[in-house]
């Protein structure tokens, strides 16, 4: 019975890591990957992404290796060796706790620049958009026909952003109530919106379409509802668009005003 079960966790621990690669392996194949990148910098943030996959996986595979051959080499019924009981090993402990370490300083180094791309190297331009965050919506506010972000012929919508495609955009975020996660997957955004905090956020798309916003932060019951979209678009597509919503907050206003 004891020999069933050591065969029993050896093979299990073998599992582990044959089951996880070939999860990895075939989850393209059923698009449960990463979505399509459409962003300028979003090549830099994978190439990390899978360099750290392939460090870690051929830490776990070897590791899960050693578990199941430790199992299966030192089961009590193949060594009959009296056991011996060990204190510890200072030198060993030095290593495991070194070569993490240097590992660790490798990865901040090695990311310095995508890091300052994405977070730090802020372009010199104004705020191309105002998205604030509100259980449970997307508000969006862009510069009026003044061009300016503030004045009172501002732009107001809710979960329909676009945006011009090969330009930089930048987005002031923020958050009327509670802590949100403006997320874009395609360009490979993710920033918090925090109360009381105006937070800059800057990328530039590549390729047109409609994707998803999604916040990352669980903000509340209704939090499914904060599902908006981003078009990516040219130029010229983007101030047509622009002034068909220019014209419908004004004939709403003059109605407004009228009434």
Same mark, same amino acid.
């Not at 044959?18 to 300028?40: M, N, R």
């Not at 299966?72 to 056991?83: H, I, L, M, Q, S």
């Not at 090993?89 to 495991?96: A, D, G, K, Q």
């Given at each position: 019975?004891?020999?069933?079960?050591?065969?029993?966790?050896?093979?299990?621990?073998?599992?582990?890591?044959?089951?996880?690669?070939? @999860?990895? +392996?075939?989850?393209?194949?059923?698009?449960?990957?990463?979505?399509?990148?459409?962003?300028?910098?979003?090549?830099?943030?994978?190439?990390?992404?899978?360099?750290?996959?392939?460090?870690?996986?051929?830490?776990?595979? %070897? @590791?899960?290796?050693?578990?199941?051959?430790?199992?299966?080499?030192?089961?009590?019924?193949?060594?009959?060796?009296?056991?011996?009981?060990?204190?510890?090993?200072?030198?060993?402990?030095?290593?495991?706790?070194?070569?993490? %370490? +240097?590992?660790?300083?490798?990865? %901040?180094?090695?990311?310095?620049?995508?890091?300052?791309?994405?977070?730090?190297?802020?372009?010199?331009?104004?705020?191309?958009?105002?998205?604030?965050?509100?259980?449970?919506?997307?508000?969006?506010?862009?510069?009026?026909?003044?061009?300016?972000?503030?004045?009172?012929?501002?732009?107001?919508?809710?979960?329909?952003?676009?945006?011009?495609?090969?330009?930089?955009?930048?987005?002031?975020?923020?958050?009327?109530?509670?802590?949100?996660?403006?997320?874009?997957?395609?360009?490979?955004?993710?920033?918090?919106?925090?109360?009381?905090?105006?937070?800059?956020?800057?990328?530039?798309?590549?390729?047109?379409?409609?994707?998803?916003?999604?916040?990352?932060?669980?903000?509340?019951?209704?939090?499914?509802?904060?599902?908006?979209?981003?078009?990516?678009?040219?130029?010229?597509?983007?101030?047509?668009?622009?002034?068909?919503?220019?014209?419908?907050?004004?004939? @709403?206003?003059?109605?407004?005003?009228?009434?």
């Amino acid at each position: 019975m004891k020999r069933l079960a050591g065969l029993f966790w050896s093979l299990l621990f073998l599992a582990v890591p044959i089951l996880g690669v070939v @999860t990895f +392996a075939v989850a393209p194949a059923y698009d449960i990957w990463l979505p399509k990148d459409v962003s300028e910098h979003g090549a830099a943030v994978d190439g990390l992404f899978y360099f750290i996959l392939w460090l870690t996986g051929f830490v776990f595979i %070897a @590791t899960e290796l050693c578990l199941f051959w430790f199992i299966w080499k030192y089961d009590e019924k193949n060594d009959k060796a009296e056991v011996k009981y060990r204190h510890g090993n200072h030198v060993l402990e030095v290593i495991w706790t070194v070569i993490p %370490a +240097a590992v660790l300083l490798f990865l %901040a180094i090695y990311q310095m620049n995508t890091w300052a791309d994405v977070k730090m190297r802020r372009p010199n331009m104004a705020p191309t958009v105002e998205v604030i965050g509100r259980q449970f919506e997307w508000r969006l506010r862009y510069p009026g026909r003044d061009g300016v972000l503030g004045t009172p012929d501002d732009l107001h919508l809710v979960n329909d952003l676009h945006l011009p495609i090969d330009e930089d955009i930048l987005i002031q975020l923020k958050s009327m109530d509670v802590l949100h996660s403006f997320f874009l997957p395609n360009v490979r955004i993710k920033q918090d919106a925090v109360p009381g905090m105006k937070i800059p956020v800057w990328f530039k798309a590549r390729e047109e379409g409609v994707f998803d916003i999604v916040c990352a932060e669980l903000c509340g019951w209704g939090h499914y509802k904060m599902k908006g979209r981003v078009t990516f678009e040219s130029r010229k597509s983007f101030e047509q668009w622009l002034e068909v919503k220019y014209q419908e907050q004004e004939a @709403t206003q003059a109605s407004n005003t009228e009434t």
